[in-house]
Nanobody, 124 residues
Framework: QVQLVESGGGLVQAGDSLRLSCAAS????????VGWFRQAPGKEREFVAG????????DYADSVKGRFLISRDNAKNTVYLQMNSLKTEDTAVYYC?????????????????WGPGTQVTVSS
């Protein structure tokens, strides 16, 4: 069992940066692949970024490539999402999720655990 809690959201202006954190309980967090997703009002939840349990190249949605950076610190049981050059269209509730076994990082149905989410609002 893994419990996830996101933090770091808030209200910022376009062009600003934020760093989200996903803190996990459990000593086996390093064995999970972790993804970040977001859901804007009136839209479906979408993939943002993911990082595999064994490392390797992270994956990003095209809309955030070059602006967002995902990383993990297994010693702290935490995954981070550094968000730079924020745009108003990045406004959403951001969720982190953990998967034991997954092929495509974008496949939401394969994630076993989800956090409650943190709100990110980017004003113009």
């Amino acid at each position: 069992q893994v419990q996830l809690v996101e933090s770091g959201g808030g209200l910022v202006q376009a062009g600003d940066s934020l760093r989200l954190s996903c803190a996990a309980s459990g000593r086996t967090f390093s064995t999970y692949t972790v993804g970040w997703f977001r859901q804007a009002p009136g839209k479906e939840r979408e993939f943002v970024a993911g990082i595999r349990r064994g490392g390797g190249a992270p994956d990003y949605a095209d809309s955030v490539k070059g602006r967002f950076l995902i990383s993990r610190d297994n010693a702290k049981n935490t995954v981070y999402l550094q968000m730079n050059s924020l745009k108003t269209e990045d406004t959403a509730v951001y969720y982190c999720a953990a998967a034991s076994f997954i092929s495509s990082l974008k496949n939401q149905g394969r994630y076993d655990y989800w956090g409650p989410g943190t709100q990110v609002t980017v004003s113009s």
